[in-house]
């Protein structure tokens, strides 16, 4: 099973349809601790890359590419700059491919992480989107049905939130009401649950 450009542009539509709708929630959320803006920057990186992904694609490179570009014109905020961090990392990664294999998904997803701890200097443990694509990372490895992928990212997803609903935020403005956090879900945590609910 693989995944072309005009595949992973769909996944990606479906994924900004879900940002834009959660902006709201993830707002409110992001109030609770931090500048209450989650939601407004997810909304503007999501509505520049539906611009972007309306166009024609010649790999999943120029895919990446579109979005880190949506992404980094949509917002100065620390959350829209990883994400596009995360796609210009994606779009070098894969910029020999035509189409991706289930097989891929894995080590993308490494990459990803390696690049967001260098740039945002926030490690695993942190309770951040860090952990949840950590938690997606290593449930990719154990697949072997590529189908069942989308579900089980999810699963993976949902467990990080509940490990680490209990513990403090350490990194980000949430880190100075570190006691407080502790019982609240990390907004940037949720966003990846909404994201890739399908």
């Given at each position: 099973m693989s995944w072309d450009s005009k595949d992973i542009q769909n996944w990606l539509g479906g994924c900004v349809d879900r940002?834009?709708?959660?902006?709201?929630?993830?707002?409110?959320?992001?109030?609770q601790l931090g500048d209450g803006d989650l939601?407004?920057?997810?909304?503007?990186?999501?509505?520049?890359?539906?611009?972007?992904?309306?166009?024609?694609?010649?790999?999943?490179?120029?895919?990446?590419?579109?979005?880190?570009?949506?992404?980094?014109?949509?917002?100065?905020?620390?959350f829209g700059t990883l994400m596009a961090v995360a796609f210009m990392t994606l779009a070098k990664e894969t910029?020999?491919?035509?189409?991706?294999?289930?097989?891929?998904?894995?080590?993308?997803?490494?990459?990803?992480?390696?690049?967001?701890?260098?740039?945002?200097?926030?490690s695993l443990g942190d309770k951040t989107v860090l952990d949840s694509l950590e938690a997606i990372r290593l449930a990719a490895a154990e697949l072997s049905d590529c189908a069942a992928l989308p579900a089980a990212a999810l699963v993976a997803a949902k467990s990080a939130?509940?490990?680490?609903?209990?513990?403090?935020?350490?990194?980000g403005r949430a880190r100075m009401f570190?006691?407080?956090?502790?019982?609240?879900?990390?907004?940037?945590?949720?966003?990846?649950?909404?994201?890739?609910?399908?």
């Open positions: 940002m834009i709708a959660a902006a709201p929630e993830l707002n409110a959320l992001d109030g939601g407004a920057t997810l909304e503007k990186c999501g509505r520049l890359m539906q611009d972007g992904l309306a166009g024609e694609a010649d790999s999943p490179a120029d895919v990446f590419k579109v979005c880190a570009m949506a992404c980094t014109r949509a917002s100065g905020s620390s910029k020999d491919k035509n189409d991706l294999a289930c097989g891929d998904v894995e080590p993308l997803l490494g990459k990803v992480i390696e690049s967001l701890i260098a740039r945002g200097k926030a939130l509940d490990e680490y609903r209990d513990k403090p935020n350490k990194i570190a006691e407080k956090s502790v019982g609240m879900d990390d907004p940037g945590m949720v966003a990846v649950v909404r994201i890739i609910v399908t």
